[in-house]
């Protein structure tokens, strides 16, 4: 009778431990293919129906991009939002060829607040960022590029941020773009973003758009 409970004991852990297993990789993995991917594709499919024009600005980037109304926040600017929930540096290396494409006069460029939590290295996050600099300048020398930093997210995720935001300036820089560091103007005492600018530790409430507008206008306005 001991040795069917043990026996039972045995099978039991074994298969909470495959379920937590499943909880931490497979379902994680299961939200990427499901959701994140195809939200990916329908992004891109519309921004390859509706192509940037030489007149446009285009902002690019992740979520934080993404949700963003610029047209609302720029109502006498031609603005275009390429923004795309999930995106990380690397994600917008492969796809930034389709933004170049159409020569804006301006792309101001944030991402990266991603790559921490995906597990990528700053390394690779500079990587990603030459890499997004060069096809730009490549594909459209004449356009201006604005890259703005990582904005603040949790506390622990702190001193990671200001060794990538680091890197990516020094990436900025040296592909002849404006860097425009954000960051003093959303981070609280604690390192952490200001609580009355989001409401989640990552993305913006309306008062955050209203400070991130104010801080770019002068350089989406300018000839």
Do not use: C
């Not at 129906?49 to 980037?61: I, M, R």
């Not at 006498?76 to 390429?82: A, C, E, F, I, L």
């Not at 960022?129 to 702190?158: G, N």
Request: net charge negative; charged share 25%; proline share 5%.
């Amino acid at each position: 009778m001991e040795r069917k409970a043990l026996i039972a004991s045995i099978i039991l852990n074994v298969f909470l431990f495959f379920s937590v297993l499943g909880l931490s990789y497979g379902w994680p993995l299961f939200i990427h293919v499901k959701q994140v991917l195809p939200k990916r594709e329908r992004h891109v499919s519309f921004f390859a129906e509706f192509p940037l024009s030489k007149s446009d600005v285009a902002f690019v980037g992740d979520a934080i991009t993404g949700e963003a109304r610029w047209a609302e926040l720029f109502p006498n600017s031609p603005v275009k939002n390429r923004g795309v929930a999930g995106d990380t540096t690397e994600d917008v290396a492969l796809r930034i060829g389709q933004v170049a494409a159409g020569q804006p006069a301006k792309i101001f460029l944030m991402v990266g607040g991603g790559d921490a939590e995906d597990e990528k290295t700053v390394g690779q996050t500079a990587a990603s960022y030459a890499a997004i600099l060069e096809r730009i300048r490549t594909d459209a020398p004449e356009t201006e590029v604005f890259v703005q930093s990582i904005l603040p997210r949790s506390v622990e995720s702190w001193p990671q941020l200001e060794e990538r935001n680091d890197a990516i300036r020094r990436i900025a820089e040296a592909n002849g773009a404006t860097f425009i560091d954000l960051v003093p103007l959303f981070v609280a005492e604690n390192d952490a973003i200001r609580g009355d600018l989001s409401n989640d530790n990552a993305h913006l409430l309306a008062p955050g758009y209203i400070i991130w507008r104010d801080a770019i206008a002068a350089y989406v306005a300018s000839d």
